[in-house]
């Protein structure tokens, strides 16, 4: 027979009374009238065995039970309780919830000081974002309202610098719009079937120049055929691929090359590309994803880039449902990697 914690304290005591009862009724009657004593003690034993299980369940339900019932309101999944002889031992099962719920609690609690420093992170980033170029184009506009504008010699640098700041601004606004359309699913994904390899030329073309300018090479591995059909939105594919693409000319070694190739799968298309640049060390490769972090941030700003395009990257292959990773080693290289559905 199974007892729970409340009947086992009442038998003990019951136990205890009559253990007592019959050594004092033993001491003083001298054995005489052993057998009636031992039956009044059994009895009396019975009936405090009764009493104490009443009055410790009865504390359990008064003291105990609501706060296993608050730690269930409080807990994400909630079970109806039920307390009776058979429940099981409710004070081993509310020690239990406790410490379970402690432990819940104290996960939360580091999930929301991760997020609250993420956010002033965040924030600090964004105001630097927008001050830089801001005040940039506050210091030029007061030179040429000084008299700049007269002077030819300086203003059309300036004013073609206020235009690149400006331009600056407004790319950083449609990045931060874009993260929170992806976020919030506000951005319905338009799939189509499309030759990625046609796509890839695309973005080789629009990179020519800055790849140039670091005699860079730009190469892609074809399969045999000449198509690589793949469905997804192809605007959101595109804007990958510039990223990466522009991330492995502006990160890559003079006179180095950066490779597209694919890889076939049963139902995937795998995308690479990949670069023998700078490389990313081992402590930043968890952390490129994340909004507005950078691996070298003077590199970074020099490029004019806003630290947003991987964490874009990242929510575009997201709503596909796809997977992305990186493989990287300091001074030899870096790999992007993502998944596409096949044309069917």
Known sequence: MKFSSHNTIALLVALTSIAVST?????????????TALLINSLTGAALYFVVRILIKDYITKKIVPIYKTIYNMSAVRK???VNSRAGDIAERVNKEVAH?????????????????????????????????SFAIQGQILTLLDGG?????????????????????????????????????DIVLHKTSFNL??????????????????????????????????????????????????NSINYGRE?????????????????????????????????IFERFYRVD?????????????????????????????VKSELNAGTTFAFTLEKHK
């Open 255 to 287: 006179g180095g090359e950066t490779v597209v190739q694919f890889s076939n799968m049963p139902d995937r298309i795998l995308v690479e590309v990949a670069d023998n640049g700078i490389g990313i060390s081992e402590e930043n490769l968890p952390r």
């Open 80 to 82: 109806k309780l039920q």
């Open 23 to 35: 050594a004092c009724t033993m001491a003083f009657d001298a054995f005489q009238h052993i057998g």
């Open 149 to 185: 504008l007269e002077d030819p010699s300086i203003n059309r640098k300036y004013l073609e610098s206020c235009e690149r700041n400006i331009e600056r601004l407004i790319n950083l606004i449609d990045e931060l719009e874009t993260i929170n359309k992806l976020e919030t699913g």
């Open 101 to 133: 719920w402690a432990e819940e609690k104290t996960k939360e609690i580091s999930r929301l000081s991760a997020m609250e420093q993420f956010r002033k992170e965040f924030l600090g980033n964004v105001s630097h974002e927008l001050k830089t170029p």
């Open 297 to 325: 941030k003077h590199r970074s700003r020099e490029h004019g880039g806003s630290g947003l395009g991987l964490a874009i990257v990242k929510h575009i292959i997201d709503a596909h449902g796809e997977t992305i990773n």
């Open 197 to 246: 390899l046609l796509l890839v030329e695309e973005i080789f073309e629009a990179h020519e120049l800055n790849a140039a300018k670091k005699r860079i090479t730009l190469r892609m591995q074809r399969p045999a055929g000449g198509r690589v059909m793949v469905y997804a939105d192809r605007k959101r594919i595109s804007q990958i691929l510039m990223n990466l693409v522009g």
